[in-house]
């Protein structure tokens, strides 16, 4: 029997006085660990695309007491990421505590017929932002020897899937990333960890 059935996340850990900056918070998986941590007792920024109206998110983290912050970047933009963990920390009083790789897109297509430029938007937005991401969190995690890195994986880390070589190849290279990333900082207080959803009902 499951201990804890349908506890919500208050009953299951305190993150109070923790800052989380979460991407791909607007929908879906991430606007649903937005909401679960923010109840868990962390205030959150949450990353939104440029001239996105999406308040949902934000306003669900709002109700539970806890500080929501919006912080716009289009991911695919990778100079624009590079100053991404800055803004997140300017807007959140100089400290971020856990970081959340939760922003994905997809693209499908056979092999033989795939666009380069569909490769290289996926290999952006759910790789490089996330090693960007995540380097700059550890810039800033590790002197301070604490902090933590979640990223989301997939089934696809482990499967090839079919007519989606670049999430796949990407979610592969995301999981190997944060066994790397794990190795070196976990010395430093630094925890790096993936999780790998099976498939769920999304707009993605």
Not at 55 to 72: C, F, L, M, P, Q
Not at 82 to 99: N, P, S, Y
Not at 132 to 155: D, E
């Amino acid at each position: 029997m499951d201990p804890t059935p349908n506890l919500p996340a208050s009953q299951l850990f305190s993150l109070a006085g923790q800052n989380v900056l979460i991407t791909g918070a607007t929908r879906g998986i991430g606007a649903a660990c937005a909401i679960a941590l923010a109840q868990a007792g962390a205030n959150i920024c949450l990353v939104r695309r440029p001239n996105s109206s999406n308040d949902e998110t934000a306003n669900a983290v709002s109700a539970t007491g806890r500080t929501a912050k919006i912080v716009e970047c289009d991911l695919g933009d990778l100079d624009a990421v590079k100053g991404l963990f800055q803004q997140a920390l300017d807007a959140m009083g100089g400290e971020i505590h856990v970081l959340v790789n939760c922003a994905g897109i997809q693209r499908r297509s056979p092999a033989v017929q795939f666009a380069e430029s569909d490769w290289d938007d996926v290999l952006n937005v759910n790789l490089k932002s996330v090693w960007l991401l995540s380097q700059a969190a550890g810039q800033h995690m590790v002197p301070r020897r604490r902090g933590k890195v979640i990223n989301f994986c997939s089934l696809l880390t482990f499967q090839g899937g079919l007519t989606v070589p670049a999430y796949a190849a990407a979610k592969g290279a995301l999981g190997q990333l944060t066994k790397a990333l794990s190795n070196e900082w976990s010395k430093e207080n630094v925890q790096v960890n993936g999780i790998a959803p099976g498939y769920i009902a999304t707009d993605m």
